[in-house]
C-alpha cells in the first residue's frame, strides 16, 4: 500500500501563508500525472475536494488555496490563510487500489 | 444537482452484518464510479471499496474478505455489506463519487454514524 505521511497540527497566523505538506511512500506520477489530490474538512462535515492531480483546483474552490508537487513530495499552500480555512486537510492518492489517506493536517491559528 | 445521501442502521450488535446504501441523483452509475469512506471518531479517512460506471469493482485488501458492493442501477443506488463486525468497525460512513478510475472524490454524501455495540 501507499503511505502518505503529513504532519498533524500547522499552526499560522491569519492573513499568512499556510504550506501543507504530504509524502508518498513510493511515486504516485504515471506519464507525468500526479494522481494526488487534497480535500479539506470542516468538524461534523464530509470532506470537500480542493486540488486534484496536484495542481487543479476544484470548482467553486477560491485562488487562495494552490496545489504543487510531483511524484513522492506533494504542498497545499493557502495564502493567505482566513478564519474560515481552519479544518482538517487530507491528502489522497489515487495512483493505485488500494486507495489511500493521509493521517490529515489540522490548521490552527496561533 | 450531484447529491449523495448514506442511509442504514446507526447500531450494529459485534459479529453481524453491516449493510449501508448509497442514493444518488443528479448523475447516473453508469457514468460515473462510487466509493465508500470510512472515518472513526477523531481519526482520519479509509477507502473501503468502490463500484466502477461499468460495474467492476475494487476493494481495500485489508477488509475485502469482509465485504461486498454492488449497484441497483434503476433505483439509483450503491449497496455496501460488511460482515463479521467489530467495535473498530464504529465510524462514520460516506459514499462519494469519482468519474474514473485514478481520479478524485469530488462530490461526497453527509455520511452516515455506524456504532458497533452490544
Known amino acids: 500500500d501507499i503511505v502518505l505521511t503529513q504532519s498533524p497540527v500547522l499552526a499560522v497566523s491569519l492573513g499568512q501563508r499556510a504550506t501543507i505538506s504530504c509524502r508518498a511512500s513510493q511515486s504516485v506520477s504515471i506519464s507525468s500525472i500526479n494522481l494526488m489530490h487534497w480535500y479539506q474538512q470542516k468538524p461534523g462535515q464530509q470532506p470537500k475536494l480542493l486540488i486534484y492531480r496536484a495542481s487543479n483546483l476544484a470548482s467553486g474552490i477560491p485562488a487562495r488555496f494552490s496545489g504543487s508537487g510531483s511524484g513522492t513530495d506533494f504542498t497545499l499552500t493557502i495564502d493567505p490563510v482566513q478564519a474560515d480555512d481552519i479544518a482538517a486537510y487530507y491528502c489522497q492518492q489515487s495512483r493505485e487500489s488500494p486507495l489511500t489517506f493521509g493521517s490529515g493536517t489540522k490548521l490552527e491559528i496561533k | 444537482q450531484v447529491q449523495l445521501k448514506e442511509s442504514g442502521p446507526g447500531l450494529v450488535q459485534p459479529s453481524r452484518t453491516l449493510s449501508l446504501t448509497c442514493t444518488v441523483s443528479?448523475?447516473?452509475?453508469?457514468?460515473?464510479?462510487v466509493s465508500w469512506v470510512r472515518q472513526p471518531p477523531g481519526k482520519g479517512l479509509e477507502w473501503i471499496a468502490a463500484?466502477?460506471?461499468?460495474?467492476?469493482?475494487d476493494y481495500n485488501s485489508a477488509l475485502k474478505s469482509r465485504l461486498s458492493i454492488s449497484r441497483d442501477t434503476s433505483k439509483s443506488q450503491v449497496l455496501l455489506k460488511m460482515n463479521s463486525l467489530q467495535t473498530e468497525d464504529t465510524a462514520m460512513y460516506f459514499c462519494?463519487?469519482?468519474?474514473?478510475?485514478?481520479?478524485?472524490?469530488?462530490?461526497w454524501g453527509q455520511g452516515v454514524m455506524v456504532t458497533v455495540s452490544s
Open positions: 443528479g448523475f447516473s452509475l453508469t457514468s460515473y464510479g
Open positions: 462519494a463519487r469519482s468519474s474514473l478510475p485514478g481520479s478524485p472524490f469530488d462530490y
Open positions: 463500484i466502477w460506471s461499468g460495474g467492476s469493482t
